[in-house]
């Protein structure tokens, strides 16, 4: 179908249904499609899109940065680079690096494992959904085959399917879900099948331009049948089980745990952490997770879609992707992120 | 092979060797081989133009230039598009101790060969060498000096205003991607070939043809950067076509994979030009001789908002926006 054929029969379904459809995409990647492509004016006054809870960086508790800026001086943090400039409740891990803390950056938690010196004491800081999830396990394999004793990994791993329960129990009502591809990768079309008891429509997408249209289009169709079946739009990727081989990995080395998501709180079974078997490999980085820092940001509000990033009252004034005061707007994906790059505009 | 000592920078004997036998014979200067303090030289102009570029660029050499192409490139594309034309330049060298002196004299010829290419003449320079470690291989400032040979065709900020077009001069951001591929070790080394090269001939046949209002090329920030400057310098919204912006299938596919943006990926050879719309038909056969990708992008909008809008294939509307994150190490 082309485009335009398509954006109009979109349009058209959704006049049909007769309603502003509100639309939540779960993962930041979607986010930055949505707004990169324009869809967030494309559509205006036709689907109200709201950012969900998808994107790690967003979600981590300032309490886990804090204990990882502690531990910096004494170990070697390792990283991926988009946590360095979260802000902790003092500083971030990119400020703790300039004051001498040890941090690196990794692209591969199992190339890292070959980085890390005999003498090192390191720190593997493991954030992220399923779809990061077996990179670490095989990276904590890597490091028990070859015997390294002076490697720990700091797991705040987490997993979709609680928080997104969580959230259409408590937080919202939405009309449809685009579901996140890059998770659904690993845990299959079978892995959202939770989503079908909440009678909402929902599809896995891919995340160029026109498989968020398809999505749309899938989502306004099964709106107008009632049909609440969970669809697949990504099926070049996301198989009906997913990747069984990485499945494996995460039964093998963790289990489930209860996880503190920004702007959902606690949410039991929404973390991954170490068997107890490998416990010898895990740092305790336990934290208070009702400690917050007073700030004005409202990052848990975006998240949870009560409000737009604009109606944030440090958005833009203070808090930018060059200075940012909260994870929405640290994170490319985040949702302040994408808003202040892409759509800032639109609120004038 | 012969590397870089700490003596080669000392003012001493070795000094003078290098100067002598390596730079001297590969500029082949008469202004510079006099080798007094300072260079004299006529320049016949009412209006004069100077500029000064640093290039730290790594890796040294990329495919489809090096640092010594893109130090005198740089400072003869911006002498150019500033409706100069270039004519002297200079160029200082800080080089790290152990620095392969065959590297050096790769990069110096490269310099001679794009000075003349460009027309420009190469007439004072300077050697430091620093101890290993205090640079990364070498660093070369280059300062030039364009005349004014036309005062009416120079371009100017205050010449722009709605419904004019905005053109540009070929396909965006292969310097960036090219710098990126050989940072990424993703085996595209081969196949993104930098746009590095001089401008100032396409522009001085363009200036000559037509009313120029504006011209900016597209360095750091690329193509997005280049034209929120200027839609803040000239408090004008400008509107971009997403379908007409050229960006080759191999930037694209480096775009891709490593989750960049074309708009803001670095050029060394590319300029955006705004004219009036009546202009356009010429522009392009003038800009197209030189860039078969050479075309028009967008417009210069009524509001006055200072921002960039881009249309998107699908319809939609976005910002724009200046970059906000380092995406290279050292471009240039």
Known sequence: MQTTE?????KNNIEKIGRILKVVEVCGTHTVSIYKNGFHTLFEGYIDFISGPGCPVCVTHEGYIDRLVELSSEWTIYTFGDLLKVPGSSKSLSQARANGGKIKIMYSPVDAVDS????????????????????????LEKVIEKGLKNVKFACELKTIDEPLKSLLQNHIQVDGIILPGHVATVIGVDGFKFVE?????????????????????????????????????????????????????IDKYFERTGAYFRGLGLIAGGGLKIKDEFSEYSIDISYDHTKQKDSLCRCADVLTGKIKPFECPLFEKVCTPISPKGACMVSQEGSCNAYFRYGKWKRR | MKFIQKEHGN???????????????????????????????????????????????????????????????????????????????????????????????????SMKEYADIAGVEIVAGDTKVVEKGSCDGIFINTTGFGVCEKEGRLPSIEKIKGGQIVIVSGDIGRHGACIYSHSSELGFEEKIESDCAPLNRVINELLENVEVCYMKD??????????????QKASVDIYVEEDKVPVSNEVKALCDILGLDSYYLACEGRFVAVINREDKQKTLEILKKYNKEACEIGW??????KRVYLKTNFGGTRILDMLYYEMLPRIC
């Open chain 2, 218 to 231: 597209l360095t750091r920030g690329g193509l997005a950067t280049a034209l929120n400057e200027i839609a």
């Open chain 1, 116 to 139: 890390v010196e005999n003498d090192e004491k390191a720190i593997f800081a493991a954030v992220g959904f399923e779809t990061t999830a077996p990179a670490f396990a095989l990276s």
């Open chain 1, 197 to 249: 008891e909440f009678k909402v429509a929902s599809v896995i997408s891919g995340f160029e331009g026109y498989d968020i249209l398809l999505s749309l289009l899938s989502i306004t169709q099964d709106i107008l049948n009632e049909d609440f079946t969970v669809k697949n739009e990504y099926k070049r990727v996301v198989k009906k089980e997913g990747n069984v081989v990485a499945k494996s990995y």
């Open chain 2, 11 to 109: 003012g001493g004997k070795q000094t003078y060797e290098l100067i002598n036998e390596l730079f001297k014979p590969i500029f082949d200067s008469e202004i510079l081989k006099r080798g007094d303090d300072s260079s004299i030289f006529d320049l016949v102009s009412k209006k004069i133009g100077v500029t000064t570029d640093s290039f730290v660029v790594k890796p040294y050499f990329f495919k489809g230039g090096d640092i010594g192409k893109l130090s005198v490139c740089g400072t003869v594309n911006d002498l150019a598009v500033s409706g100069l034309v270039p004519k002297y330049i200079t160029a200082s060298f800080i080089i790290e101790e152990g620095f392969p002196i065959e590297d050096l004299q790769k990069i110096v010829r």
């Open chain 2, 300 to 305: 210069i909008g009524d509001t006055k908002e």
């Open chain 1, 6 to 10: 398509l954006i109009w029969e979109i």
